[in-house]
């Protein structure tokens, strides 16, 4: 008997342009390497839609999904940039601006 | 179209048009019978990327009747479609039907790497249009091969069935793959013209030498063989009905605008 092709899971980013971010396309089974850049370019670039491809293994992924760790229970707005409120402080400067342009 | 094609006088032209037309058929044919595994090949993502080649091939089929037809103003549909099953000039290799994935797979590194001898050959061609034509078609051409590349080692490599089929469908295809190189009529015209560079004869010797040494390992020894004289004209029942296939859409419209 013959043993169907391994089911191992490939991710696949692409880039649009040159230069552009890489952005998760998607994925493909494939048993290895050779044959996962094969089907990565069919189903992701064969429209001529990406310049780039990343082909990664699945499980050559480190992955970190821990709830404790990524959404912390105390409040964490301080650590944002909206944090800051600086609404009348932005207002007040534009206010500013168009007086001096004014005068 | 973006320049006009050099003058050619009455001899090259229709030497040039008999290997358009035999480029042409070559993928037509292929690109039809790969395209035979939509929906059944091994696997998803093997049927996309089967479909997807097969696609491609008739795509290069397209450009090629396109500059035929613009060489003998004809139209570049009704030379796809609107010839008997004799009339095509494909090598006999692509006369086999598509059989099982072993005997495709076999029939894709066969046919891939002659292509890939002859494109070589063609992109160096004195009719610049057939050069740069030629050139564009590597670059697509390259990733086919290297796709029937990872499928004949895959099935090589498995020691079991699969290898065995493997064998049996190099072993039984390898004398009529011989005739991709079979000779063209006016073929003396073209090489003094330029317009092949190099000699089929040649071009069939450098095929043999590149892969006599991964199809032996793979299907024992191989006999010495050469192209057919009339290895471009033995059509078979199994493309004469893939011809009723290939051409039925055509048929029931004759003559309508898609």
Same mark, same amino acid.
């Given at each position: 008997? *013959?043993?169907?092709?391994?089911?191992?899971?490939?991710?696949?980013?692409?880039?649009?342009?040159?230069?552009?971010?890489?952005?998760?396309?998607?994925n493909?089974?494939?048993?290895d390497?050779?044959?996962?850049?094969?089907?990565?370019?069919?189903?992701?670039? #064969?429209?001529?839609?990406?310049?780039?491809?990343?082909i990664?293994a699945?499980?050559?992924?480190?992955?970190l999904?821990?709830?404790d760790?990524?959404?912390?229970?105390?409040? #964490?707005?301080?650590k944002?940039?909206?944090?800051?409120?600086?609404?009348?402080?932005?207002?007040?400067?534009?206010?500013? $601006?168009?007086?001096?342009?004014?005068? | 179209? &973006?320049?006009?094609?050099? @003058?050619?006088?009455? *001899?090259?032209?229709d030497? +040039?048009?008999?290997?358009?037309?035999?480029?042409?058929?070559?993928?037509?044919?292929?690109?039809?019978?790969?395209?035979? %595994?939509?929906?059944?090949?091994?696997?998803?993502?093997?049927?996309?990327? *089967?479909s997807?080649?097969?696609?491609?091939?008739?795509?290069?089929?397209? $450009?090629?009747? @396109?500059?035929?037809? @613009?060489?003998?103003?004809?139209?570049?549909?009704?030379?796809?479609?609107?010839r008997?099953?004799? =009339?095509?000039?494909?090598?006999?290799?692509?006369?086999?039907?598509?059989?099982? %994935?072993?005997? *495709?797979?076999?029939?894709r590194?066969?046919?891939?790497?002659?292509?890939?001898?002859?494109?070589? $050959?063609l992109?160096?061609s004195?009719?610049?249009? +057939?050069?740069?034509?030629?050139?564009?078609?590597?670059?697509?051409?390259?990733y086919?091969? /290297?796709?029937?590349?990872?499928?004949?080692?895959? +099935?090589?490599?498995?020691?079991?069935?699969?290898?065995?089929?493997?064998?049996?469908?190099?072993?039984?295809?390898w004398p !009529?793959?011989? !005739?991709?190189?079979?000779? /063209?009529?006016?073929?003396?015209?073209?090489? =003094?013209?330029?317009?092949l560079?190099?000699?089929?004869?040649? /071009?069939?010797?450098? %095929?043999?030498?590149?892969?006599?040494? &991964?199809?032996?390992?793979?299907?024992?020894? /191989?006999?010495?063989?050469?192209? #057919?004289?009339?290895?471009? @004209?033995?059509?078979? !029942?199994?493309?004469?009905?893939?011809h009723?296939?290939?051409?039925?859409?055509?048929?029931s419209?004759?003559?309508?605008?898609?």
């Amino acid at each position: 008997m *013959t043993t169907a092709p391994s089911d191992r899971v490939w991710e696949v980013f692409r880039q649009e342009d040159e230069g552009d971010p890489m952005v998760h396309a998607g994925n493909v089974n494939a048993p290895d390497e050779e044959l996962a850049m094969h089907y990565a370019r069919e189903f992701y670039g #064969r429209r001529g839609e990406s310049y780039r491809l990343w082909i990664v293994a699945r499980d050559a992924i480190t992955e970190l999904g821990d709830p404790d760790l990524l959404k912390p229970p105390f409040d #964490r707005s301080h650590k944002k940039p909206g944090g800051y409120i600086i609404k009348h402080k932005l207002e007040a400067a534009k206010a500013r $601006a168009a007086a001096e342009a004014g005068e | 179209m &973006t320049t006009a094609p050099p @003058e050619l006088d009455p *001899t090259t032209r229709d030497a +040039l048009a008999e290997l358009l037309l035999t480029l042409a058929d070559d993928e037509f044919v292929i690109g039809f019978w790969d395209s035979e %595994w939509t929906g059944i090949a091994p696997m998803l993502e093997e049927d996309v990327a *089967t479909s997807s080649i097969a696609q491609d091939e008739i795509g290069h089929a397209r $450009a090629l009747y @396109e500059m035929l037809a @613009e060489l003998t103003g004809e139209d570049a549909d009704a030379i796809a479609y609107g010839r008997e099953p004799e =009339a095509y000039r494909h090598a006999s290799l692509l006369d086999h039907e598509r059989g099982d %994935w072993a005997a *495709t797979v076999a029939r894709r590194y066969l046919y891939e790497t002659a292509d890939a001898v002859r494109l070589a $050959a063609l992109a160096t061609s004195g009719h610049e249009p +057939l050069a740069l034509l030629a050139a564009k078609m590597r670059r697509e051409e390259t990733y086919h091969l /290297l796709h029937a590349e990872a499928w004949l080692r895959r +099935l090589a490599d498995s020691r079991g069935d699969a290898a065995d089929r493997l064998a049996d469908a190099v072993r039984r295809l390898w004398p !009529d793959a011989q !005739d991709v190189f079979a000779p /063209l009529l006016n073929e003396e015209t073209l090489v =003094a013209r330029g317009v092949l560079p190099t000699p089929m004869r040649a /071009l069939h010797a450098e %095929w043999v030498a590149r892969v006599r040494p &991964t199809l032996e390992p793979v299907a024992g020894d /191989l006999p010495q063989s050469a192209p #057919r004289l009339d290895g471009r @004209e033995r059509r078979s !029942d199994a493309f004469r009905w893939l011809h009723g296939e290939l051409t039925s859409v055509a048929r029931s419209g004759a003559g309508a605008t898609w």
